[in-house]
């Protein structure tokens, strides 16, 4: 049995949702322990135990089409997962996903914007979804970690500092997520053929200059809302 038969059968029926739910709960547990264990030996470094979870949510995306997790099934949770990110944020229940020392509504924003990604698209447009997602938490979460650690020119929008190396972090990420992604989708209607290689690039440039002009934009930690909410939808209109 092959990895995409493996899959499919992992996905369907009951007792296969099951299992694609442990498998997607045993992979969220994993980062979790993972960016607690991290706010441990680098207590000083708040912000990368964040972009850990940041980051490593972004995945579950791909587990979820890859497993063939229902709608009525993946809705709800991401709609659990949003509540109960709110309650951390107002309770800091876990510090290693919320505690930065600055005002931000980016964790519960993030799961704000999944939700609504999967309400529109879940599952007749997968990777609408994947494209949202994993823009923000690969892109984002590189600009915030790198940005910081690497000295150069930077400006602040909305009292939030902005650098030359976080920025190229955030374009050249997101460019490498929606390439790989047009890829995994394959050629579709008007991107097949010989005009799918044009079409894509330009595609491309402007979804990633997109994300990156709102990525500007992050008082706050909104731009976890913006950035995933725009680019699944534009993602939907270029790759129906």
């Known amino acids: 049995m092959g990895l995409s038969e493996l899959f499919h059968a992992a996905g369907s029926g009951p007792q296969g949702q099951t299992l694609a739910i442990a498998v997607v709960g045993l992979y969220l547990a994993a980062v979790l322990a993972l960016a607690l264990l991290v706010r441990r030996r680098w207590p000083e470094q708040r912000e ?32 659990a997962v949003t509540v109960l990110t709110a309650l951390n944020h107002r309770f800091r229940l876990l510090p290693a996903v919320e505690d930065v020392g600055r005002p931000s509504y ?17 599952p007749a447009q997968p990777a609408a979804v994947a494209a949202g997602v994993l823009v923000m938490a690969f892109g984002d979460g590189l600009a915030g970690l790198l940005g910081p650690l ?18 190229g972090a955030m374009a050249i990420a997101s460019a490498t ?20 290689a044009p079409q894509a690039g330009v595609a491309i440039l402007v979804l990633t200059a997109l994300a990156v002009g709102l990525e500007q934009l992050s008082a706050y930690g909104l731009d976890n809302l913006s950035v995933p909410l725009v680019v699944g939808l534009l993602w939907s209109l270029v790759r129906p």
């Open 48 to 79: 990368w135990s964040r972009k850990l979870v940041h980051m490593g949510t972004g995945p579950v995306v791909l587990l979820a089409w890859a497993l063939q997790i229902e709608r009525g099934i993946a809705l709800p949770v991401a709609a």
């Open 106 to 122: 980016g964790t519960v924003a993030y799961g704000a914007s999944i939700t609504l990604l999967l309400a529109l698209f879940w």
């Open 150 to 167: 690497v000295r150069s020119p930077s400006w602040s929008l909305g009292g939030q500092r902005k650098s030359v190396v976080g920025t």
């Open 177 to 196: 997520v929606l390439t790989l992604l047009w890829i995994l989708q394959g050629p579709a209607g008007a991107g097949s053929g010989s005009a799918g």
